[in-house]
């Protein structure tokens, strides 16, 4: 009875006229007394790794969809694929469109390992690898599918575990500072604030009130994908691009109410966002949210990350004038003043970020409407809004202006539901022939200036936001 041939699956799967993967010659013996592993990081329609085990003359496979396990915390799944030959512990290279596996494949770990166990449904070795060392097992669970767990502690004895959440930093508004020698600016994006958690090529986004948006911009998840097998997480904002390719917080109305998986994608392509990445809060195992904001600054450069739908702009050191002015001459909101020196303070508003605006804009709950007249008589004339005060909401004026059309049937549909019969501000009251709603919008507004009894001067309005609580909504004077 002969041996069956174990490589059949992987010469049937491929055409090694065009493929530049090895076509399975005779097994050469290994050239120490361990056998070998080679981790191949392989960017094909969705990145994964392959860990591969010299076995009984052939490569054991199993395709890794998040990366080895640096953290006996955290199990990852392992699909067993056809064994490859051995000559396929170097192979790295481009696998060509349209042949299996197409895409990138390079060499992400190699080495010797140990075996401990080896039982059709049960494999436990020691990898001793240029990255990776430490013992780990592999169990099948059911189909193709195993689990890879690592159960060694982590290779590093210092690493700490990814925080599954984390709130914003978050600039207090005022002018820049008269030294401006230990602070750095950038410009200030008008978007959605956004944390990325990136993990095993995986994203995933948080907004500043901590829901989960990833499934909204599937055009930023590459940037998991181009960090590979490190683990990090980022601070920044989501931002569209409109007319003359200038942040539009109204553009991103588009995107910030979408749900449906079709719709996002089609929208991702007529109008896509970047993630415009400005901090780096955790990397590889350990927190930076202690260190000060220039070392961060510089451990987030070394990334390199750069794509069609995400960027790391650079920050000035030093020259706040210059850059304010340049960031109005080009009609942007304004600029973020900071401290060299300042940590990351989550949650928290700090006098180390200071957002100094070429326009005043703030965030207001939306308490009641007024009934347009005119060329609107029945519809919605203007939004009657307010800010958060000692457990109340605080009448803060009208938002007559800004709306599109269609914007008005939406904020129409938007408060239909919220009708209430009493008004929900305490205090001083909007015009008697309002109409109240339960304070659960919050709405984007740009103004002149708060007048002395802390009304809105000329406000516009700009969008509705969901990233932001109505209870979270405070007087901002500096806005
Ligand atoms: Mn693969």
Same mark, same amino acid.
């Given at each position: 009875m002969g041996e069956p041939d174990r490589l059949s699956d992987y010469r049937r799967k491929r055409d090694f006229g065009v493929t530049p993967e090895p076509a399975a010659g005779t097994p050469s013996a290994p050239d120490g007394d361990l056998p070998r592993f080679v981790v191949q990081e392989h960017h094909a329609r969705r990145l994964h790794w392959d860990l591969r085990l010299e076995h009984e003359g052939a490569l054991a496979s199993w395709a890794v969809p998040k990366g080895?396990?640096?953290?006996? *915390?955290?199990?990852?799944l392992a699909v067993r694929t056809e064994d490859h030959p051995l000559e396929y512990l170097d192979f790295h290279g481009e696998i060509p469109e349209g042949s299996y596996g197409a895409g990138t494949m390079t060499i992400w770990d190699r080495g010797v390992y =140990?075996?401990?166990?080896?039982?059709?449904?049960?494999?436990?070795?020691?990898?001793?690898?240029?990255?990776?060392?430490?013992?780990?097992?592999?169990?099948?669970?059911?189909? *193709?599918? #195993?689990?890879i767990h690592r159960m060694d502690p982590p290779q590093d004895p210092d690493r700490e575990?990814?925080? =599954?959440?984390?709130?914003?930093?978050?600039?207090?508004?005022?002018?820049?500072?008269?030294?401006? &020698?230990?602070? @750095? $600016? +950038?410009? *200030? #994006?008008?978007?959605?604030?956004?944390?990325?958690?990136? +993990? @095993?090529?995986?994203?995933?986004?948080?907004?500043?009130?901590?829901?989960?948006?990833?499934a909204q911009y599937p055009e930023v998840r590459g940037i998991a994908e181009a960090l590979g097998a490190r683990e990090?997480?980022?601070?920044? =904002?989501?931002?569209? $691009? !409109? =007319? @003359?390719?200038?942040?539009?917080?109204?553009?991103?109305?588009k995107r910030m109410h979408v749900a449906g998986e079709r719709q996002v994608a089609r929208?991702? *392509?007529?109008?896509?966002?970047?993630?415009?990445?400005?901090?780096?809060? #955790?990397?590889?195992?350990?927190?930076?949210?202690?260190?000060?904001?220039?070392?961060?600054?510089?451990?987030?450069? +070394?990334?390199?990350?750069? @794509? &069609?739908?995400?960027?790391?702009?650079?920050?000035?050191?030093?020259?706040g004038d210059a850059l304010l002015a340049a960031s109005k001459a080009q009609g942007l909101e304004g600029i973020v003043a900071k401290r060299l020196d300042c940590p990351y303070t989550p949650g928290r508003r700090s006098n180390g970020w200071i957002k100094v605006k070429n326009v005043h804009r703030t965030s207001l709950v939306v308490g009641g409407w007024l009934p347009g007249e005119g060329g609107r008589t029945g519809r919605l004339g203007a939004l009657c809004v307010g800010f958060m005060e000692d457990g109340g909401l605080r009448y803060a004026g009208r938002? !007559?202006?800004?709306?599109?059309?269609s914007e008005l049937l939406r904020l129409g549909r938007l408060l239909d539901p919220l009708a209430r019969d009493t008004s929900p501000f305490s205090g001083r009251q909007p015009p008697r022939n309002a109409r109240h709603v339960e304070p659960r919008l919050v709405c984007e507004v740009e103004f002149v200036e708060w007048t002395a009894t802390r009304t809105l001067r000329a406000p516009s309005y700009k969008g509705i936001r969901d990233d932001v609580e109505p209870e979270d909504v405070v007087f901002d004077p500096g806005a």
């Open positions: 080895i396990p640096p953290d006996p *915390k955290r199990n990852g =140990e075996v401990h166990k080896w039982r059709d449904v049960e494999v436990m070795v020691t990898l001793h690898g240029e990255r990776v060392q430490g013992r780990y097992v592999l169990f099948h669970t059911r189909g *193709k599918d #195993w689990m575990p990814m925080p =599954e959440s984390l709130a914003p930093m978050l600039a207090r508004s005022g002018d820049l500072p008269a030294d401006q &020698s230990g602070w @750095g $600016f +950038e410009v *200030k #994006w008008d978007g959605v604030r956004a944390i990325g958690f990136c +993990e @095993g090529g995986r994203l995933r986004l948080t907004s500043r009130s901590g829901r989960d948006i990833t990090a997480v980022l601070d920044g =904002e989501i931002v569209a $691009f !409109g =007319e @003359g390719g200038l942040p539009s917080f109204q553009v991103l109305q929208l991702a *392509k007529s109008s896509p966002v970047a993630y415009v990445v400005f901090d780096l809060l #955790w990397l590889d195992g350990h927190s930076l949210m202690d260190e000060p904001y220039e070392a961060r600054r510089a451990a987030l450069l +070394e990334l390199g990350l750069r @794509g &069609s739908n995400w960027q790391v702009p650079g920050h000035h050191v030093g020259d938002v !007559g202006t800004g709306y599109t059309e």
